[in-house]
């Protein structure tokens, strides 16, 4: 019973750390802009995504990705014995993700100094390279298999193509208007 419910405190916390993930990049993006307004708008702006960063950031992303890793480490304990491999792949990506989440927190760091260290442009790429580990760690902890598991890289592959692909022409929209 303990491990039914330790499993779903475990998606509800990937759940608000990924959320967190997606919005922190987007008010980085805002707040990147927010440096090419005029005074006053810029102040009021840069001082308002400071503080809707800060709050995102310290009170629900960090304690999220805390606790999303205290409930997988109990999970890594249950299969310790007889790890599949599809759960060897699915923990690199996990520590990739950390990785990004850790190099979030750079940018948050230098946002919160008043450096800017991307362009809005950069961001808004940088935002989704959390939708290419979300995508591969629920296949990978939902198919299970090998097979499944080259078929879901493959189509990674192809999703990140698009993706990129995407971006530049929403890119060339916005430079139109």
């Given at each position: 019973?303990?491990?039914?419910?330790i499993k779903a405190l475990h998606i509800i916390f990937i759940v608000?750390?990924?959320?967190?993930?997606?919005?922190?990049?987007?008010?980085?993006?805002y707040h990147t802009e927010a440096y090419q307004k005029r005074e006053p708008e810029r102040a009021i702006l840069v001082k308002q995504y400071k503080l809707m960063s800060r709050r995102l950031w310290l009170g629900i992303t960090?304690?999220?990705?805390i606790l999303?890793?205290?409930?997988?480490?109990?999970?890594?304990?249950v299969y310790a014995s007889a790890m599949?491999?599809?759960l060897w792949v699915k923990l690199v990506f996990v520590v990739g993700l950390y990785g990004y989440h850790f190099y979030c927190h750079r940018i948050f760091r230098k946002l919160q100094q008043d450096?800017?260290?991307?362009?809005?442009q950069q961001l808004r790429v940088w935002n989704e390279v959390a939708t290419i580990f979300l995508i591969s760690i629920v296949f990978l902890a939902?198919?299970?298999n090998t097979l499944s598991m080259v078929w879901?890289?493959?189509g990674l592959v192809i999703f990140t193509l698009i993706l990129l692909i995407s971006i530049r022409i929403y890119k060339r929209i916005r430079k139109r208007k």
């Open positions: 019973m303990a491990y039914q419910y608000t750390w990924f959320a967190g993930l997606f919005y922190i990049v987007r008010l980085f993006v960090w304690p999220s990705a999303t890793l205290c409930f997988g480490f109990y999970f890594i304990h599949p491999d599809w450096v800017v260290i991307f362009t809005a939902v198919l299970k879901g890289l493959i």
